[in-house]
């Protein structure tokens, strides 16, 4: 039933940001108590949690990333962001989003994925 659709440029040149969009449908990203996330899975490695926002707005990011990334939303639009600034090409992956039922709970629904191709 909730369907999530990421856009966005599939070629970023290092030192730039990556800016993605999760876009959902059937659901609402306001609707307590939600947790919209962004994963990522470079080549031949596992999926790496980027961050998450919140039903609230609150957002959660990782460690290893925080310094870099942003993820915002537009409620009226009913879709989320991402952004991971001064990229390499060790950002190179396959982005996805994805929606869990609590910050507690792994995705339940995922995006398709689009790639994300870090080169100059």
């Known amino acids: 039933q909730v369907q999530l659709q990421e856009s966005g440029p599939g070629l970023v040149k290092p030192s730039q940001t990556l800016s993605l969009t999760c876009t959902v449908s059937g659901g609402s990203i306001t609707t307590n108590y939600y947790s919209w996330s962004w994963i990522r899975q470079p080549p031949g490695k596992g999926r790496e949690w980027i961050g998450n926002i919140l039903y609230s707005g609150n957002t959660y990011y990782s460690p290893s990333l925080k310094s870099r990334t942003s993820i915002s939303r537009d409620t009226s639009k009913n879709h989320f962001t991402l952004q991971v600034s001064s990229v390499t090409p060790e950002d190179t992956a396959v982005y996805y989003c994805?929606?869990?039922?609590?910050?507690?709970?792994?995705?339940?629904?995922w995006g398709q994925g689009t790639q994300v191709t870090v080169s100059s």
């Open positions: 994805g929606r869990a039922e609590t910050i507690l709970t792994g995705p339940d629904y």
